[in-house]
Protein backbone atom coordinates (compact mmCIF):
# COMPACT_ATOMS: atom_id res chain seq x y z
CA UNK A 1 0.00 0.00 0.00
CA UNK A 2 1.44 3.80 -0.77
CA UNK A 3 2.01 6.27 1.43
CA UNK A 4 -0.37 9.32 1.33
CA UNK A 5 1.22 11.50 -0.75
CA UNK A 6 2.51 15.18 0.99
CA UNK A 7 1.35 18.45 -0.84
CA UNK A 8 4.11 19.82 -2.93
CA UNK A 9 4.94 23.75 -2.07
CA UNK A 10 2.96 24.45 -5.62
CA UNK A 11 -0.60 22.77 -4.37
CA UNK A 12 0.08 25.23 -1.17
CA UNK A 13 0.58 28.32 -3.24
CA UNK A 14 -3.01 27.88 -5.03
CA UNK A 15 -4.42 26.86 -1.91
CA UNK A 16 -3.28 29.73 -0.35
CA UNK A 17 -4.45 31.86 -3.67
CA UNK A 18 -7.54 30.21 -3.28
CA UNK A 19 -8.19 31.29 -0.05
CA UNK A 20 -7.38 34.98 -0.42
CA UNK A 21 -9.02 35.60 -3.73
CA UNK A 22 -12.54 34.40 -1.88
CA UNK A 23 -11.62 36.89 1.08
CA UNK A 24 -11.04 39.47 -1.29
CA UNK A 25 -14.12 38.65 -3.11
CA UNK A 26 -16.23 38.29 0.04
CA UNK A 27 -14.80 41.89 1.12
CA UNK A 28 -15.65 43.81 -2.41
CA UNK A 29 -19.58 42.02 -2.22
CA UNK A 30 -19.83 43.58 1.57
CA UNK A 31 -18.42 46.85 0.34
CA UNK A 32 -20.63 46.73 -2.87
CA UNK A 33 -23.69 46.14 -0.65
CA UNK A 34 -23.59 48.39 1.85
CA UNK A 35 -22.55 51.14 -0.96
CA UNK A 36 -25.69 50.06 -2.52
CA UNK A 37 -27.47 50.44 0.48
CA UNK A 38 -26.24 53.80 1.45
CA UNK A 39 -27.20 54.95 -2.03
CA UNK A 40 -30.65 53.82 -1.53
CA UNK A 41 -30.91 54.91 1.82
CA UNK A 42 -29.33 58.16 0.24
CA UNK A 43 -32.10 58.81 -2.35
CA UNK A 44 -34.95 57.88 -0.20
CA UNK A 45 -34.00 61.02 2.05
CA UNK A 46 -33.17 63.36 -0.42
CA UNK A 47 -36.77 62.35 -2.16
CA UNK A 48 -38.62 62.76 1.32
CA UNK A 49 -36.40 65.99 1.96
CA UNK A 50 -38.01 67.43 -1.43
CA UNK A 51 -41.54 66.39 -0.72
CA UNK A 52 -41.71 67.21 3.01
CA UNK A 53 -40.59 70.66 1.67
CA UNK A 54 -42.89 71.03 -0.90
CA UNK A 55 -45.78 69.94 1.46
CA UNK A 56 -45.18 72.11 3.96
CA UNK A 57 -45.28 75.18 1.64
CA UNK A 58 -48.45 74.22 0.05
CA UNK A 59 -50.42 73.80 3.18
CA UNK A 60 -48.48 77.08 4.66
CA UNK A 61 -49.91 79.01 1.29
CA UNK A 62 -53.22 77.85 0.73
CA UNK A 63 -55.31 80.75 1.85
CA UNK A 64 -57.79 79.67 5.19
CA UNK A 65 -61.62 79.97 4.64
CA UNK A 66 -62.08 83.49 6.05
CA UNK A 67 -59.78 84.78 3.81
CA UNK A 68 -61.58 83.65 0.24
CA UNK A 69 -64.36 86.45 -0.45
CA UNK A 70 -65.27 84.00 -3.14
CA UNK A 71 -64.04 81.65 -5.07
CA UNK A 72 -64.59 83.51 -8.09
CA UNK A 73 -62.21 86.29 -7.32
CA UNK A 74 -59.49 84.64 -5.37
CA UNK A 75 -56.90 82.58 -6.31
CA UNK A 76 -56.33 79.30 -3.61
CA UNK A 77 -52.59 80.53 -2.51
CA UNK A 78 -51.36 83.64 -0.09
CA UNK A 79 -48.72 85.08 -2.54
CA UNK A 80 -48.12 87.86 -0.09
CA UNK A 81 -46.89 84.65 2.11
CA UNK A 82 -45.36 82.71 -0.71
CA UNK A 83 -43.36 85.84 -1.71
CA UNK A 84 -41.76 87.02 1.48
CA UNK A 85 -40.49 82.39 1.59
CA UNK A 86 -39.16 83.69 -1.74
CA UNK A 87 -39.23 86.85 -3.97
CA UNK A 88 -38.99 84.97 -6.76
CA UNK A 89 -42.41 83.63 -6.57
CA UNK A 90 -44.13 84.41 -10.24
CA UNK A 91 -47.41 81.13 -9.88
CA UNK A 92 -48.41 78.29 -8.68
CA UNK A 93 -49.70 75.31 -10.82
CA UNK A 94 -52.02 72.33 -10.48
CA UNK A 95 -53.59 69.61 -11.94
CA UNK A 96 -56.13 67.41 -10.95
CA UNK A 97 -55.63 63.91 -10.31
CA UNK A 98 -51.78 63.87 -10.71
CA UNK A 99 -49.00 65.36 -7.93
CA UNK A 100 -48.47 68.43 -9.84
CA UNK A 101 -49.14 71.07 -7.55
CA UNK A 102 -46.26 73.28 -6.96
CA UNK A 103 -45.46 76.79 -6.50
CA UNK A 104 -43.49 78.34 -9.35
CA UNK A 105 -40.93 81.10 -9.78
CA UNK A 106 -38.94 82.35 -11.80
CA UNK A 107 -34.97 83.35 -11.39
CA UNK A 108 -32.51 85.70 -13.01
CA UNK A 109 -31.09 82.81 -15.03
CA UNK A 110 -32.40 79.09 -16.39
CA UNK A 111 -29.92 77.76 -14.16
CA UNK A 112 -30.14 77.90 -10.42
CA UNK A 113 -33.78 76.57 -9.83
CA UNK A 114 -32.19 73.74 -11.55
CA UNK A 115 -30.82 72.67 -8.27
CA UNK A 116 -32.31 74.57 -5.62
CA UNK A 117 -35.96 74.17 -4.06
CA UNK A 118 -38.25 77.11 -3.69
CA UNK A 119 -36.67 77.79 -0.20
CA UNK A 120 -33.60 78.44 -1.57
CA UNK A 121 -32.11 74.94 -0.64
CA UNK A 122 -29.47 73.10 -2.89
CA UNK A 123 -31.52 70.08 -4.21
CA UNK A 124 -31.57 68.00 -7.14
CA UNK A 125 -35.16 67.93 -7.70
CA UNK A 126 -34.84 71.44 -8.34
CA UNK A 127 -37.92 73.93 -8.33
CA UNK A 128 -41.22 74.90 -10.99
CA UNK A 129 -39.71 77.52 -12.68
CA UNK A 130 -40.64 80.21 -16.03
CA UNK A 131 -37.99 81.13 -18.50
CA UNK A 132 -35.78 84.17 -17.90
CA UNK A 133 -36.73 85.45 -20.81
CA UNK A 134 -40.51 85.48 -20.36
CA UNK A 135 -42.76 87.65 -18.75
CA UNK A 136 -43.68 87.30 -15.52
CA UNK A 137 -47.41 88.12 -16.11
CA UNK A 138 -47.60 85.80 -19.15
CA UNK A 139 -48.16 88.40 -22.06
CA UNK A 140 -46.19 86.35 -24.17
CA UNK A 141 -47.49 84.39 -26.95
CA UNK A 142 -45.21 81.12 -26.04
CA UNK A 143 -44.62 81.11 -21.80
CA UNK A 144 -42.29 78.02 -20.95
CA UNK A 145 -42.08 76.37 -18.17
CA UNK A 146 -39.34 73.81 -16.87
CA UNK A 147 -39.41 71.31 -14.21
CA UNK A 148 -37.86 67.73 -13.58
CA UNK A 149 -38.94 64.18 -13.41
CA UNK A 150 -38.35 62.83 -10.95
CA UNK A 151 -37.96 59.05 -10.42
CA UNK A 152 -40.21 58.90 -7.21
CA UNK A 153 -43.32 60.52 -9.04
CA UNK A 154 -42.74 64.40 -7.69
CA UNK A 155 -42.40 67.98 -9.77
CA UNK A 156 -43.06 67.31 -14.02
CA UNK A 157 -43.26 63.57 -13.72
CA UNK A 158 -46.75 63.85 -14.55
CA UNK A 159 -46.03 66.08 -17.62
CA UNK A 160 -44.26 63.41 -19.08
CA UNK A 161 -47.62 61.10 -18.45
CA UNK A 162 -48.78 62.60 -21.45
CA UNK A 163 -46.65 60.30 -23.62
CA UNK A 164 -49.47 58.30 -23.16
CA UNK A 165 -52.54 59.31 -25.08
CA UNK A 166 -54.71 57.39 -22.26
CA UNK A 167 -53.44 59.59 -19.57
CA UNK A 168 -53.84 62.67 -21.97
CA UNK A 169 -57.49 61.77 -22.39
CA UNK A 170 -58.13 61.85 -18.65
CA UNK A 171 -55.99 65.22 -17.87
CA UNK A 172 -57.87 67.63 -19.98
CA UNK A 173 -56.89 70.90 -18.02
CA UNK A 174 -54.52 72.38 -15.93
CA UNK A 175 -54.84 75.07 -13.58
CA UNK A 176 -52.12 78.24 -13.34
CA UNK A 177 -52.76 81.10 -10.83
CA UNK A 178 -50.62 83.88 -10.18
CA UNK A 179 -50.88 87.16 -7.89
CA UNK A 180 -53.38 88.94 -10.32
CA UNK A 181 -55.62 86.25 -12.17
CA UNK A 182 -56.58 82.36 -12.56
CA UNK A 183 -55.44 80.80 -15.75
CA UNK A 184 -57.14 77.26 -17.27
CA UNK A 185 -54.22 75.95 -19.45
CA UNK A 186 -55.54 73.17 -22.15
CA UNK A 187 -53.58 70.92 -23.51
CA UNK A 188 -53.18 70.21 -26.98
CA UNK A 189 -50.11 68.83 -28.41
CA UNK A 190 -47.20 66.80 -26.85
CA UNK A 191 -44.14 66.11 -28.20
CA UNK A 192 -40.66 63.67 -27.26
CA UNK A 193 -37.45 65.32 -28.42
CA UNK A 194 -33.79 65.90 -26.74
CA UNK A 195 -31.73 68.19 -25.73
CA UNK A 196 -30.87 69.46 -29.00
CA UNK A 197 -34.83 69.91 -29.42
CA UNK A 198 -35.54 73.68 -30.67
CA UNK A 199 -39.12 74.12 -28.89
CA UNK A 200 -38.13 76.61 -26.50
CA UNK A 201 -39.57 80.00 -28.71
CA UNK A 202 -41.37 82.52 -26.61
CA UNK A 203 -42.00 85.20 -29.44
CA UNK A 204 -42.71 85.16 -33.49
CA UNK A 205 -42.26 87.37 -36.29
CA UNK A 206 -45.63 86.89 -37.36
CA UNK A 207 -48.89 85.43 -36.66
CA UNK A 208 -48.30 83.05 -39.73
CA UNK A 209 -44.73 81.79 -37.86
CA UNK A 210 -47.08 81.46 -34.40
CA UNK A 211 -49.26 78.91 -36.31
CA UNK A 212 -46.49 76.98 -37.93
CA UNK A 213 -45.14 76.41 -34.93
CA UNK A 214 -48.33 74.99 -33.19
CA UNK A 215 -49.51 73.00 -36.27
CA UNK A 216 -46.02 71.23 -36.64
CA UNK A 217 -46.08 70.45 -32.58
CA UNK A 218 -49.94 69.35 -33.63
CA UNK A 219 -48.39 67.02 -36.16
CA UNK A 220 -45.85 65.28 -34.11
CA UNK A 221 -48.08 64.90 -30.75
CA UNK A 222 -48.48 61.48 -28.85
CA UNK A 223 -52.41 62.32 -27.91
CA UNK A 224 -54.67 63.70 -30.02
CA UNK A 225 -57.16 66.65 -28.80
CA UNK A 226 -60.03 68.81 -29.39
CA UNK A 227 -58.61 72.00 -28.66
CA UNK A 228 -58.48 74.69 -31.30
CA UNK A 229 -55.63 77.20 -31.36
CA UNK A 230 -55.85 80.44 -33.57
CA UNK A 231 -53.61 83.23 -34.38
CA UNK A 232 -54.68 85.23 -31.18
CA UNK A 233 -54.12 82.62 -28.97
CA UNK A 234 -50.96 82.78 -26.72
CA UNK A 235 -49.38 79.06 -25.30
CA UNK A 236 -47.81 77.68 -22.26
CA UNK A 237 -45.61 74.76 -22.63
CA UNK A 238 -44.23 72.80 -20.12
CA UNK A 239 -40.67 71.26 -20.56
CA UNK A 240 -39.46 68.41 -18.37
CA UNK A 241 -37.34 65.44 -19.01
CA UNK A 242 -38.50 61.75 -20.16
CA UNK A 243 -36.66 58.62 -20.16
CA UNK A 244 -37.76 56.43 -23.71
CA UNK A 245 -34.76 58.20 -25.71
CA UNK A 246 -31.08 59.28 -24.93
CA UNK A 247 -31.14 62.65 -23.02
CA UNK A 248 -34.96 62.98 -23.55
CA UNK A 249 -37.49 65.99 -23.11
CA UNK A 250 -40.87 66.18 -23.12
CA UNK A 251 -42.79 69.13 -23.94
CA UNK A 252 -46.51 69.56 -23.12
CA UNK A 253 -48.16 72.57 -25.26
CA UNK A 254 -51.43 73.93 -23.41
CA UNK A 255 -53.54 76.80 -24.86
CA UNK A 256 -53.86 79.77 -22.44
CA UNK A 257 -57.38 80.58 -21.15
CA UNK A 258 -57.94 84.06 -18.71
CA UNK A 259 -60.53 82.83 -16.29
CA UNK A 260 -60.28 85.53 -13.88
Known amino acids: MMKDEKPTKKRRKKSGFGALLFQFLFI ?70 SVVDYPVVQGKDNAYYLNHLFDGSSHR ?37 FNDPQWAKTHQEIT ?26 TSFASEEEFMQYVQDKIEHSTFASDVVIQPEDQIVTLSTCIYVVDDGRYAL ?8
Open 125 to 161: AGAIYMDSDNDKNFTDKNTILYGHHMKDGSMFHDIAA
Open 253 to 260: FCKLIKER
Open 176 to 201: METPDAVYRLEPFAGIVGDGHSTYVQ
Open 28 to 97: AALFTAAYSGWQVYNGMHEYAQSRNTYTHIAKEAVLSPSAQETAETLPRHDFAKLQTINPDTIGWIYMAD
